[in-house]
């Protein structure tokens, strides 16, 4: 076999999210939060962004003249559920006719059932503080696959629960606009429990259905590889981020720090399939002015090449993150990976050195099944509007122009040939002199 190749079927598409491309999403507290000064950069709307809902078709063609085999996308529970218990027939149809349209396509489906934005009845009963939510996002999970499971047999239940309760309950840059900590734990709980009811009742009806959750993963290194104080609070950026919430979904257990916020348990396993999204590190220093934010001061690498949000391009990272979830013994899919690059110059060796890492992975033995590449299009990237460009085409949301970038070439050849162009030499990590993160880019 050529050492390039990926394995036989392997999916490659990409990643998008309801709000961030549809438009016309006035009914949740996203759009509540745009309206309000100084929320969203240039102060931005996510209305009519890449008017996706009504430009689908045409979209998914585009998709799949570049050879992109899967898509994945999500549902707006706001159109689906307007009002409590009430199921709007036509946005179900709706979603009926887009998942057709992918099957028509030969593109296999992914949906998420929640990514970031919440009815706003639900945010208006208090969201996801709220442990009722974790039923009304279960009755809703098991109404759209009742109706919809016929056409996609992969779902991703909820969308990184650890940045909605990061940026909405400790940042305080995302609805509801919370800093406090209590009120993020119980968030994340709420969170796994509305996961784990969804997965028992979509199961208990459809357990051919392939469900999981998208975790975003992030490598968290000491500034400085000697010290052990910031050894000590990378490991608890690290277990808080990303280790609390996998031992609680292996476990069906609420894992430390979370014990405290309630006795909730789940079904283990609860995962059909593991949903990675990767796209950084950060390097953590002790700094005994961040209380609030365990201590840890997040720098960056001198030198160290960034996106256009300053977000560290780490392709080893993607590489030691998938070799680390071998032991969750389930089949992956990269369901988020992506940079922000308007000039698209440094996109090119993003997509080749982050695709190489995979394909590293996979070679080591880890069960890499897909690749969703964040995104298709320039969309509404929340608090940073329509400032960070993550197409892999533009989309002006004025003129609705399309327009391909060269990676979008790139990609394509990738995804016909199931294989790397060329032979990836990965650089080696830089570490040692470090600088500020910068302005609040970091999240
Ligand atoms: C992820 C989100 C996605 C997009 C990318 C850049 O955390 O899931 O919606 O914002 O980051």
Request: net charge neutral; proline share 7%.
């Amino acid at each position: 076999m050529n050492a390039g190749r990926f394995p036989e079927g392997f999916f490659w598409g990409t990643a998008a999210a309801a709000h961030q491309v549809e438009g016309g999403n006035h009914a949740n507290d996203w759009w509540a939060w745009e309206q309000i000064p100084g929320h969203i950069k240039n102060g931005d709307r996510s209305d009519p962004a890449c008017d996706h809902y009504e430009r689908f078709a045409g979209d998914f063609d585009l998709l799949r003249s570049l050879h992109q085999n899967a898509h994945r996308l999500s549902l707006e529970w706001s159109r689906i559920e307007p009002a409590p218990g009430q199921f709007s027939k036509t946005a179900i149809q709706h979603y009926a006719d887009v998942l057709q349209a992918l099957r028509d396509r030969g593109m296999e489906p992914m949906v998420t059932l929640h990514h970031f934005t919440n009815p706003s009845w639900i945010a208006d009963a208090g969201g996801w503080e709220t442990p009722d939510t974790a039923l009304r996002f279960a009755n809703y999970a098991e109404r759209v696959t009742n109706e919809l499971g016929q056409l996609a047999r992969y779902w991703v239940t909820v969308n990184e629960p650890t940045v909605i309760a990061y940026q909405g309950y400790v940042r305080g840059e995302w609805p509801p606009g919370k800093r406090d900590l209590g009120a993020a734990a119980r968030t994340l709980v709420t969170l796994l429990r509305g996961h784990w009811l969804a997965y028992e009742r979509i199961k208990m009806r459809q357990p051919e259905l392939q469900l999981g959750l998208a975790h975003h993963v992030r490598v968290f290194d000491p500034a400085r590889f000697f010290a052990p104080q910031d050894r000590i609070v990378a490991a608890a950026f690290n277990r808080v981020f990303n280790n609390t919430l996998l031992q609680s979904l292996r476990r069906g257990r609420l894992a430390f720090p979370l014990t405290r916020a309630g006795h909730a348990g789940g079904p283990a396993p609860s995962q059909d399939f593991f949903g990675l999204n990767y796209y950084t590190r950060e390097l953590v220093k002790f700094n005994r002015h961040y209380g609030a934010e365990l201590f840890g001061e997040r720098v960056l690498p001198v030198g160290a090449p960034r996106s256009d949000l300053n977000w560290e391009l780490y392709p080893e990272g993607f590489y030691r993150v998938l070799r680390s979830l071998q032991r969750e013994g389930l089949p992956i899919f990269v369901t988020e990976n992506g940079i922000a690059d308007a000039a698209d110059v440094r996109r090119p060796d993003f997509l080749l050195t982050h695709i190489g890492a995979m394909l590293r992975a996979i070679h080591a033995g880890v069960p890499v099944r897909g690749y969703f590449h964040w995104t298709c299009f320039d969309n509404f990237e929340w608090a940073e509007g329509y400032s960070a460009k993550f197409g892999l085409i533009a989309c002006d949301p004025v003129t609705q122009e399309r327009r391909l970038r060269p990676s979008a070439r790139l990609y394509a050849e990738i995804c016909r040939n199931n294989e790397l162009p060329v032979s990836v030499e990965l650089p080696p990590a830089p570490l040692g002199r470090v600088e500020p993160a910068g302005p609040a880019e970091l999240r």
